[in-house]
């Protein structure tokens, strides 16, 4: 599951910019963000199924923040969360990608793997078919020895995206998100890896 929790701030540029991943699978297309992409994000982001167990909503603002930051981290690592769209139709059908974890704690600075779509695209398979090739770009392209994923226990959907991917549940290694009020019943968050072969 993306996980974009509280107002992100891009981070400083440390290397020449990279082009964003452009991968294609059988239906789905991974493409740069574009500055149109905000009002389609913002209106995924602040749909209340979709964003069942997110603690927060967005604003515009908040959202073009978002990509900016995405934008940012693809500069410095090579990768980072990315629009992706039906090849036939060039639907926004939400995002997905990689990222290196920033926040503090045990898991800081490994790479996740995370998504976000539209509900009228859930359960046709696309997350699972663009995270395979994500996974597999992570792993040959640049190098990874382990994948992580993380989401709230309740969130079934992305756990079984998590298992049809080959992850694994790591239960010492649940976690409470910094970036979540204490107290808040989404702050538990439960971890699987995928580690390469």
Not at 75 to 82: P, S
Not at 92 to 97: N, S
Not at 144 to 163: G, Y
Not at 172 to 190: A, K, M, Q, S
């Amino acid at each position: 599951m993306l996980v974009s929790v509280g107002k992100a701030t891009p981070p400083p540029d440390q290397k020449d910019a990279s082009m964003p991943l452009l991968i294609e699978t059988e239906r789905l297309i991974l493409r740069a963000w574009r500055d149109d992409d905000v009002e389609p994000y913002n209106a995924m982001y602040n749909d209340p199924i979709v964003g069942e167990y997110f603690p927060n909503s967005q604003t515009q603002e908040d959202s073009a923040d978002f990509i900016a930051y995405c934008r940012a981290h693809d500069n410095i690592h090579g990768y980072c969360f990315q629009p992706m769209v039906e090849k036939d139709t060039g639907a926004f059908v939400g995002d997905i990608g990689l990222a290196v974890i920033e926040f503090d704690g045990p898991i800081k600075g490994q790479t996740e793997i995370g998504w976000m779509m539209n509900r009228e695209f859930w359960g046709r398979g696309y997350a699972t078919e663009m995270a395979h090739a994500l996974i597999k770009r992570g792993f040959s392209d640049f190098g990874l020895q382990e994948i992580l994923a993380f989401t709230v226990p309740a969130n079934h959907k992305s756990r079984a995206v998590m298992e049809r991917l080959g992850m694994e549940r790591d239960e010492t290694g649940d976690f409470d998100h910094p970036n979540v009020l204490e107290g808040h019943p989404l702050r538990p968050h439960i971890l699987y890896r995928k580690r390469r072969a």
